[in-house]
């Protein structure tokens, strides 16, 4: 048998191990009843493999924990802002920095700053507390995203991309003045992880200039994004990821970061800009709500962590076996029949829920309910991204009803080996064995904001 080279393989050993609590299913019925079908709402340490999310859960290296020990926790101008300052210029390119202390932290000074009751704000598919802060500046979220990003089986590689002509349109009907400004996510969550082309943002940078309308880039998952354009985009094969990211971030005027994904830490974010006046706001502005602008609600060792991470974020052999750890369980899923989002994008798998559960409405939450079963069948916990997730229309209060309705298996960065991988993908197919005699959810407790991360359920 010819062996197979496992061209994702890690690079790096583990050098401290966290215990993981076995359950039983009595006892996962019991925490899953308790938690109103709620993965949000499960206790930890009940949870065997916990693919909830890539947030904040990923391990950091010795080289960020040595970093730990060296912050600087003066109030005022710790050593590690600058240094944080120095790598968000040096790998991203803007000018200004404003550290956060996660990403909404960002997404709520920008929006205050820039968007005026009666706005609208395109976006490349909405993401849930971007534009719950868009909502709360006074703004209206547009999706101008391709319609292929709606369609989980279509294998274009760049799912991402914003529709310019759905732009155009919007220009023409609102007007370039009701527009503060274009918000582009790269890669796009709540489409599966899927990217943007450098292509497609150059000609979003010339459209929008020839408006006078910004580009605030959702920088998040950026170095995910670039590792694509360098396997899929023409051009870019043998440029190194750091220096894709930068190109990328130049055809935008800003950005706003949760560093608990790319940049590999527990807690971190920041706004950056090139606009003076916008910054000279924000800086302003992260006083009421956050700290001090040379520490934004962060320790001075957190800000340390995130600029090593930084430098780690775009590692060649990082980012390949990142995603190609992703791109093994997706694969798995998809040779076995399970139906994905295709292509498999960078920070989870998506599963499908409509093609998975077809026998249930979307307002039996069937995405919801296949995280509760997945949990219950092996204790590995997912993540609900269908109409829980999608909310409320601000204005009509009804649902907004998502044409995707998917459960995300998110990883955590450098966390899990190949047999917690091998696991999930079994307990997946055990589910999707005994699908049919799934049943639905009902809603017994709806919150106002956000609600996914703390509505109730009762079975049907
Ligand atoms: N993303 C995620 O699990 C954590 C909270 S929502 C369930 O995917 C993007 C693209 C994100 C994101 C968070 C934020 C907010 C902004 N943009 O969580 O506030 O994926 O650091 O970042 C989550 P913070």
Known sequence: MALQKRAWAEPFKIKMVEPLRMTTPPQRQQAMEEAGFNTFLLKS?????DLLTDSGTSAMSDVQWAGMMLGDEAYAGSRNYYHLEEAMQRFYG??????????????HLLSSILIKPGDTVPGNMYFTTTRAHQERAGGTFVDIIVDEAHDPTDERPFKGNVDLNKLEALIAKVGAKRIPYVSVAVTVNMAGGQPVSMQNLKELRALTRKHGIRVILDATRAVENAWFIKQREKGYADKPVAEILKELCSYTDGCTMSGKKDLLVNIGGFLALNEWDVFEEARNLVVLFEGLHTYGGLAGRDMEAMARGMEEAVQEAHIHARIGQVEYVGEKLHALGVPIVRPVGGHAVFLDAKRFLPHLGQLEFPAQTLAAELYLEGGVRAMERGIVSAGRDAKTGQHHVPKLELVRLT???RVYTQAHCDVTVESVYEVFQRRKAVRGLKMTYEPKYLRFFQARFERL
Not at 45 to 49: A, E, N, R
Not at 99 to 106: E, F, M, S, V
């Open 45 to 49: 340490d009940d949870v065997y493999i």
């Open 94 to 107: 803007y000018r200004y920095l404003v550290p956060t202390h996660q990403g909404r932290g960002a997404e």
């Open 411 to 413: 990883f955590p960065r």
